[in-house]
């Protein structure tokens, strides 16, 4: 591995957001005409508060610039076969710029630790410079993270698996700066480093099993470049508001750059949030649409690091359907989930949804379907950010668990 080119080039994606921060808006991007006033709603500060008797009486007044923190320190299961582990999610919000013209800067931090030598450290961000002139993007894990794999496609049972070890280093940086309003286009750099890859049973090997030549022995390493168009209306990417999101990202990982082979791949996401009561904009009632369709270019790229059913950027596709359960060259999915308030005050409300994916691997892309479906409580953390911690029960066929989630899943 080319550690001295990879340290390089994340040495100056540390650098960028300093040096962009400084530049400029060209043009002003237009007021948000969806921004919430939430002061008057009740979340669970305010409950606290209440109970403590902190200022029972007045309301909290939104502030320009005021960093808003929701944690949860929760007992959960990791996805990929850790088993139960303590988790504690940590999500920040903050406006760099007048309310009516930045869109909310967010940071979510979800350290877990099983207590057994499995730990993970996930940290990623979406930083929004004032008048939403650049966005800075940001995704850093170090993993000790076993999953489970079933190969290529769909044609294996749900029993047919087997437990992969490995260690793993990603980083993500992106910048991204405004060409007009809402759309945005920049550079990337990504690093996907996955180290001590075996099988928990030393009896199966892991080439032979997944059937799949490339990153199944000892290490992988992908480190390449990648080109980023965004079209964003929403305001809030912890529970956004109607709008539109569509993201674009073709990535190319030369060997020079330090990958094992070359390959490359694109991602593309589309979201769209529709109002069912427009009128009324501090009552959630939205219907809300997610698809994307990530895939590899060229046959070199290493197995973990190719599309699979939740590992989107965020980690929150698939939800019903254990993490990994499929896995291809190419990845199609769609989700539908519709969100509504059910006190008034909008302490409380509830979500309902359905998902499905298609992956290719064992000539099943488009022709083979996999569903899941579910339904959660959201309750108000901090509505400050208007972040929402959920509580979802998803099913699948052999499958079925309770998520705990805070913001919204997509």
Same mark, same amino acid.
């Given at each position: 591995?080319?550690?001295? $080119? %990879?340290?390089?080039? !994340?040495?100056?994606?540390?650098?960028?957001?300093?040096?962009?921060?400084?530049?400029?808006?060209?043009?002003?991007?237009?007021?948000?005409?969806?921004?919430?006033?939430?002061?008057? $709603?009740?979340?669970?500060? +305010?409950?606290?508060?209440?109970? &403590?008797?902190?200022?029972?009486?007045?309301?909290?007044?939104?502030?320009?610039?005021?960093?808003?923190?929701?944690?949860?320190?929760?007992?959960?299961?990791?996805?990929?076969?850790?088993?139960?582990? *303590?988790?504690?999610?940590?999500?920040?919000?903050?406006?760099?710029?007048?309310?009516?013209?930045?869109?909310?800067?967010?940071?979510? &931090?979800?350290?877990?630790?099983?207590?057994?030598?499995?730990?993970?450290?996930?940290?990623?961000?979406?930083?929004?410079?004032?008048?939403?002139?650049?966005?800075?993007?940001?995704?850093?894990? &170090?993993?000790?993270?076993?999953?489970?794999?079933?190969?290529?496609?769909?044609?294996?049972?749900?029993?047919?698996?087997?437990?992969?070890?490995?260690?793993?280093?990603?980083?993500?940086?992106?910048?991204?700066?405004?060409?007009?309003?809402?759309?945005?286009?920049?550079?990337?750099?990504?690093?996907?480093?996955?180290?001590? !890859?075996?099988?928990? +049973?030393?009896? !199966?090997?892991?080439? $032979?099993?997944?059937?799949?030549?490339?990153?199944?022995?000892?290490?992988?390493?992908?480190?390449?470049?990648? *080109?980023? *168009?965004?079209?964003?209306?929403?305001?809030? =990417?912890?529970?956004?508001?109607?709008?539109?999101?569509?993201?674009?990202?073709?990535?190319?990982?030369?060997?020079?750059?330090?990958?094992?082979?070359?390959?490359?791949?694109?991602?593309?996401?589309?979201?769209?949030?529709?109002?069912?009561?427009?009128?009324?904009?501090?009552?959630?009632?939205?219907?809300?649409?997610?698809?994307?369709?990530?895939?590899?270019?060229?046959?070199?790229?290493?197995?973990?690091?190719?599309?699979?059913?939740?590992?989107?950027?965020?980690?929150? =596709?698939?939800?019903?359907?254990?993490?990994?359960?499929?896995?291809?060259?190419?990845?199609?999915? *769609?989700?539908?989930?519709?969100?509504? +308030? !059910?006190?008034?005050?909008?302490?409380?409300?509830?979500?309902?949804?359905?998902?499905?994916?298609?992956?290719?691997?064992?000539?099943?892309?488009?022709?083979?379907?996999?569903?899941?479906?579910?339904?959660?409580?959201?309750?108000?953390?901090?509505?400050?950010?208007?972040?929402?911690?959920?509580?979802?029960?998803?099913? =699948?066929?052999?499958?079925?668990?309770?998520?705990?989630? %805070?913001?919204? =899943?997509?």
């Amino acid at each position: 591995m080319k550690f001295k $080119q %990879i340290g390089y080039v !994340i040495s100056m994606y540390f650098l960028l957001p300093a040096a962009l921060y400084a530049q400029d808006a060209s043009n002003m991007i237009p007021k948000q005409s969806a921004v919430k006033d939430t002061s008057r $709603q009740t979340d669970l500060i +305010d409950i606290a508060k209440e109970l &403590f008797k902190i200022n029972p009486q007045k309301p909290r007044v939104q502030q320009e610039k005021k960093i808003y923190f929701s944690i949860l320190p929760i007992p959960g299961a990791v996805p990929g076969g850790a088993g139960r582990a *303590l988790i504690t999610s940590t999500t920040a919000g903050t406006y760099l710029g007048p309310k009516s013209t930045t869109n909310l800067s967010s940071a979510t &931090f979800a350290p877990y630790w099983n207590l057994h030598g499995r730990y993970g450290l996930p940290l990623r961000t979406s930083i929004w410079l004032k008048d939403n002139a650049w966005n800075i993007q940001g995704d850093i894990r &170090f993993l000790v993270y076993p999953q489970n794999t079933w190969g290529l496609g769909s044609s294996h049972a749900y029993n047919e698996k087997t437990l992969v070890d490995n260690n793993y280093i990603r980083f993500y940086q992106s910048a991204l700066k405004r060409i007009k309003p809402y759309f945005f286009a920049g550079l990337g750099y990504n690093l996907d480093y996955h180290s001590n !890859i075996k099988s928990d +049973d030393a009896a !199966i090997d892991l080439r $032979q099993f997944t059937g799949y030549p490339y990153g199944t022995k000892n290490s992988s390493v992908s480190s390449g470049v990648s *080109l980023n *168009l965004l079209y964003d209306t929403r305001n809030n =990417s912890i529970n956004p508001l109607p709008g539109s999101y569509v993201n674009v990202v073709y990535r190319v990982n030369p060997t020079f750059m330090g990958s094992g082979d070359y390959w490359n791949s694109l991602y593309v996401d589309v979201r769209k949030y529709v109002p069912l009561n427009p009128s009324n904009k501090n009552q959630q009632n939205t219907l809300a649409f997610w698809c994307y369709y990530w895939t590899v270019l060229g046959s070199n790229a290493p197995y973990l690091d190719l599309p699979s059913i939740g590992w989107d950027p965020y980690n929150r =596709s698939g939800e019903g359907i254990d993490q990994n359960r499929y896995r291809g060259k190419s990845l199609f999915y *769609l989700e539908s989930e519709y969100r509504r +308030d !059910i006190t008034t005050n909008g302490l409380l409300g509830f979500v309902v949804f359905a998902n499905v994916n298609t992956v290719s691997g064992s000539g099943t892309l488009f022709k083979s379907w996999h569903p899941a479906a579910g339904t959660g409580l959201r309750i108000k953390f901090n509505k400050g950010s208007n972040t929402n911690i959920g509580i979802d029960y998803a099913a =699948s066929k052999g499958y079925n668990a309770v998520i705990l989630n %805070i913001g919204e =899943s997509f």
